[in-house]
């Protein structure tokens, strides 16, 4: 029998697998567009179909763009939904281990490198100090890492659909449109790709002016010239996460850091250091020093999530 594993980072846009040797090498990394496929069942036909019998895997870990709270999983940005058991049994897998994509990359940080992350921004990681991870993508993926009993454990939960705040009259406007749309107006439905879409829109609805049919990455491609309501879209976003991400870190206590992950900050580093992300970070009235003093990283590690995968067999 084969000694690959598989891993597979399962998100509402792109699921991507890879092989993990017993040797701890990783290799026949592929993305599939998730839209592309009907069930997951057929996106894994599809990677697993191309490979030769002497590399099918015996087991399989998989980080899932949604709650996994029991044996069936549903996607919250996509149509996708399984059952862990199910699949298991289909493709002959001693095991299927399968959590949160953001436990998966809470997992991933104390084993990144340097070069794996940018800074941004002031303060210090305080060792074994609680550490917090977000990300906007298709969604917006929060989650813990805590290290209990010399071993790093993460902390699962749905923080991006924790009820957006205002910090001003503009944002509050804003928010205001989006609560016509929507019967509840979370974080995520702002800070993730989608909520690019909608800032745009809103601030062309304030503007009293048509919003064109651009999608995400339309919206972060500020050219000399370019749509005002795109780069205030994109501005606004960025200081909407700081201080979202602020609110996670005090709820954390995430003295050891505040990581931000997922397929839209890294691809446009340059324009978010010079945001007011930090700024707004810190903006906590009596609470400021408190977060000055937490450091914030922007992962810029392809697939960060494969190497939390990869803890969960060692756990097993």
Not at 153 to 170: N, Q, W
Request: aromatic content about 8%.
């Amino acid at each position: 029998m084969s000694s690959s594993r598989l891993l597979g980072d399962v998100g509402a846009t792109n699921v991507h697998f890879a092989l993990l040797e017993r040797d701890g090498r990783s290799h026949r990394l592929e993305t599939l567009l998730s839209f592309d496929y009907d069930a997951i069942d057929e996106a894994l036909d599809a990677y697993l179909g191309a490979l030769p019998e002497s590399e099918r895997p015996e087991e399989a870990a998989f980080g899932v763009a949604a709650p996994v709270t029991g044996d069936r999983v549903a996607m919250i940005n996509a149509p996708w939904s399984f059952s862990i058991s199910a699949l298991k049994k289909k493709y002959g897998w001693t095991a299927l281990h399968a959590v949160n994509d953001f436990v998966a990359n809470a997992l991933a940080v104390p084993q990144l490198e340097v070069d794996d992350v940018t800074k941004v921004g002031e303060g210090a990681s305080v060792e074994d100090a609680n550490i917090a991870v977000l990300g906007p993508g298709t969604g917006l993926g929060v989650a813990g890492l805590v290290k209990c009993n010399g071993t790093w454990t993460a902390i699962a939960g749905e923080g991006g659909h924790a009820t957006l705040a205002p910090m001003d009259s503009r944002e509050a406007a804003i928010i205001d449109i989006l609560r016509r749309q929507y019967a509840h107006v979370s974080a995520e439905r702002v800070l993730s790709g989608p909520g690019l879409v909608n800032l745009y829109d809103s601030l062309c609805e304030l503007a009293g002016k048509p919003a064109a049919p651009l999608t995400p990455e339309r919206i972060t491609d500020l050219y000399p010239g370019c749509d005002p309501q795109c780069r205030e879209a994109v501005m606004m976003f960025m200081g909407m996460l700081g201080t979202f991400a602020g609110s996670v870190a005090l709820t954390f206590g995430a003295h050891g850091g505040v990581y931000i992950m997922g397929g839209i900050i890294p691809k446009i580093l340059g324009t978010f250091v010079q945001s007011s992300f930090r700024e707004r970070f810190e903006f906590r009235g009596r609470y400021r020093g408190y977060l000055s003093a937490i450091p914030t990283y922007v992962v810029t590690r392809p697939n960060p999530a494969f190497l939390g995968l990869k803890t969960l067999f060692n756990a097993s």
